[in-house]
């Protein structure tokens, strides 16, 4: 199984033009306390081409568009790379999150739950 990356449908701004607008939406959405996400879990290395690292996965829409936040762990699941990644058919584009941004400190809580 792969994740295939190869365009935006013709017409339709690609998910680089919108990754920054679509994160800044999202990070509005994390400062809700009733705010539910779709999922917390392990993508393991090699679940899809050119995916050498496993991550942990806080998804938050599915289909056609997708975000989810992909932390990036040490032994002791201590993140050391934090990304937001905003999915569209065939294309996807992704930001660095700051160390000081909230979803760090959201994410890094997460995985103190499921350790």
């Known amino acids: 199984m792969g994740l295939l990356i190869q365009g935006p449908i013709e017409g339709t701004p690609t998910c680089s033009e919108l990754v920054d607008k679509e994160w ?10 009733e705010y539910e996400a779709l999922g917390f879990d392990y993508v393991e290395p090699h679940t899809f081409n050119n995916q ?3 991550y942990w ?3 938050f829409s599915w289909g056609g568009p997708s975000d989810e936040l992909r932390a990036y762990v040490n032994e002791h699941k201590e993140i050391h790379r934090l990304e937001y990644w905003y999915l569209d ?3 996807g584009a992704h930001v660095l999150v700051d160390k000081d941004a909230e979803a760090w ?3 890094q809580q997460l995985l103190e739950v499921a350790a």
């Open 24 to 33: 800044k939406d999202r990070q509005e959405d994390l400062k809700d306390p």
């Open 57 to 59: 996965r806080w998804q």
């Open 89 to 91: 058919w065939g294309d």
């Open 105 to 107: 400190g959201q994410m």
């Open 52 to 54: 050498p690292e496993g």
